[in-house]
């Protein structure tokens, strides 16, 4: 019998962070808080992700390590102190129900949960406090828990861990299949081995413990091991593990990634409720999409979603539609090899790359903004790239042949290629993606004239955006109706108060009238929610709806809400960006990441949809880029046109751009701005620029 006593001033051992502006605590949320549905909780190391079985203290459920996963897979521990058999929950019933679940912590590479028992048995008190950790492995498929018992009876008690394995069906599937979704994947029932394995033809599951029982003197603690390793059916399981050396590992790829992936991104502190904690969870959205694993074609390998197994594919709308500054100073140079990925699997044909590089989805309406979106922050943070120009160019402009020569426009196709709403309305000629040509051809003269590109061709770019804004003023917007149609083939016009209207303002396609009207609609009772935005107006009596939140209503694609803030900050409105921002500080403090998607009407995730999203980085996209206001230009200048708020401050630390460190202390009445460590700018808050 081995025996591992833990020093209680151990429990939580890693305490030595690589990043000096973050550690793996300032993440850390309690799992009370929570509002997200047990189905979209879930940790993972960047190779493998796990979900517990909540409001058990010990309990695990299925977990994902692509190709490998474990589906409908459930390992439960039970507790013999003596002769007591204690099971652990949840239990909803009343006297000795077993083990109590007492809290847990999420933290980014583990998951803890606190468990009590404390019962006189036989007029002998048996107390002690369980706390396990849940740590995805990083390097092996699976998972291992460490199990720390406290005796805090006044007599010795003899341990022994009791683990049970349901292996449900055990999945290897070729990395090319792993898109959107797991949901409708089928495998066959595992069957039990020998020497705790189990197997079904694809892939094997093996159990491995270590200290299984011990005797635990009076307020003594012991630390348990147990643990899952998958493997593909013509693999060898390992005989034996080291525990101690996969939780290392675990660690150490967390803190690898805060040192690597946040070199450029600010911690800060504000005195603003929500705003901080908000912040904090918008760059852990964007820190828990990042894999590492050399089967990929990436390492990293960025998905838009993957928690919960689904989404593991790189979407272009996310990464580059939503946040791609935040992406930029992210990932740094690796960013344009994602870039180039988008180009090599052709738009034409597809949205989205799989794990080994392969194209997944359809052609969708909005991938030319979302690449050209992409491609000029990386000109803009991390310098010009001819090879990207040469890209952006080509899918811009074949873009435009498929304009109407009467009218300019484009009909951009059905739902499949554009929202997907669930009834008609925004199909074929819609303002946007049209708008977003505007900006597009805009910023393709930027970037040719960083390029060299004649000036003629130059010339012609912006004389085609001019045509298409003219264009969408005539064709599009309707002056009696006040809002934009829809045009279908047979002539047929419809009227959607779609969020992606907003769109058209944040391209330039609207004069001061649609702009206007559009902002006037900005109010409760139609897009803003108490909790954030709606997809479409709840006005809107022809399209709303509350269950296809997505883009149909009740709730809004959670990089929307934000993005939708930084269009209002851009167009010099920044109360009204400010009172959108703020709508979604709820989920600062009441979610582990940010989910798919958000209701607006109350602070929840539709738990039918994905756990996360690599757009959940649009919050810090918006704090950074709207209420600090830094602003980047083809020329590689940054400057700061900062967006204070009433009251409060904010303190930013550590934006990095072109090897400078950025400090910024920002009030109603005071900016401060540090430039590698030394004062730049003392005095009201005003457009300065820094680099």
Known sequence: ???????????????????????????????????????????????????????????????????????????????????????DGPDYGKDDVGLLYSGGTWYPDKIVRNGTYHHLKGNILYSFSVRSELIPLFGNAGFMEKVIITNRSNHSVKMEINAAVQPGKLLNVPLSKWGFSIA??????????????????????????????????????????????????????????????????????????????????????????????????????????????????????????????????????????????????????????????????????????????????????????????????????LGPDKELYASVKQIILNDEKREDKGTHLIDYGEQKNLLEMRGAGWEHVVVSPNAERIWCLQQLAEMGKIVGEPKSDIETWNLKAEEIKLSIEKNLWDKDKKWFASIYPNGFRDYVYSIQDYDALQAGACNAEMENVLLSHLREGAYLGKYGVSSVSAEDTLHYEVIDTDW?????????GPQLALCMYQRSHKELG???????????????????????????????KR?????????????????????????????????????????????????????????????????????????????????
Not at 277 to 289: A, N, P, Q, T
Not at 314 to 342: E, F, R, T, V
Not at 647 to 665: A, L, W
Request: charge should be negative.
């Open 1 to 87: 019998m081995k025996k591992t006593v833990v020093s209680l001033l151990l429990l939580y051992s890693i305490t030595l962070f690589a990043s000096d502006k973050f550690k793996l605590d300032d993440f850390s949320i309690s799992l009370e808080q929570l509002v997200s549905s047990s189905n979209h909780i879930w940790v993972n190391s960047g190779y493998t992700t796990v979900n517990p079985k909540c409001l058990s203290v010990l309990g695990v459920n299925d977990f994902y390590s692509p190709p490998l996963g474990a589906k409908d897979f459930n390992l439960s521990l039970s507790i013999l102190a003596d002769s007591i058999s204690i099971t």
């Open 578 to 608: 400010w009172d959108i921002l703020k709508r979604h500080f709820w989920m600062g403090n009441q979610l582990l990441y940010f989910p798919q998607e958000i209701y607006s009407d109350k602070p929840k995730e539709p738990e039918h």
């Open 184 to 381: 409708r994947w089928t495998a066959p029932a595992a069957v039990s081995g020998e020497n705790n394995i189990w197997q079904n033809g694809q892939a094997k599951i093996g159990l491995y413990e270590e200290n299984k029982s011990a005797v635990l003197m009076p307020h003594e603690t012991v630390a348990f091991y147990v643990a899952v390793i998958a493997e593909d059916f013509n693999n060898e399981l390992p005989a034996s593990i080291d525990f101690r050396s996969m939780e290392n590992k675990t660690i150490s790829a967390w803190q690898n990634r805060l040192e690597k992936y946040t070199q450029n991104i600010p911690a800060m502190d504000s005195n603003i409720p929500g705003l901080k904690d908000y912040y904090y969870r918008s760059i852990i959205s964007g820190l828990v999409c990042i894999w590492e694993n050399d089967k990929y074609l990436f390492k990293p390998h960025i998905s838009t979603a993957g928690m919960d197994g689904g989404g593991t594919c790189s979407y272009l709308w996310d990464i580059g539609g939503y946040a791609p500054n935040m992406a930029a100073l992210m990932l740094g140079p690796h960013i344009k090899d994602i870039a180039m990925q988008m180009v090599n699997i052709d738009l034409e044909k597809y949205y989205a790359y799989t794990l080994d590089g392969s194209g997944i989805g359809v052609k969708y309406s909005y991938s030319p903004f979302s690449f050209s979106y992409l491609v000029s922050a990386i000109f803009q943070l």
């Open 611 to 691: 756990a996360n999203t690599f757009a959940g980085l649009t919050g810090a996209e918006a704090v950074l880029f709207g209420l600090v206001g830094f602003q980047t230009d083809y020329n590689g200048s940054l400057f700061i046109n900062p967006q204070p708020v009433e009251k409060g401050d904010v303190n930013i630390k550590g934006f990095g751009f072109k090897g400078h460190q950025i400090d910024v202390e920002l009030s109603l009445q005071n900016l401060k701005i540090y430039k590698d460590g030394k004062l730049f700018y003392r005095g009201t808050p005003k457009k300065i620029k820094i680099v």
């Open 552 to 560: 149909s209503g009740g709730g809004a694609y959670t990089g929307d």
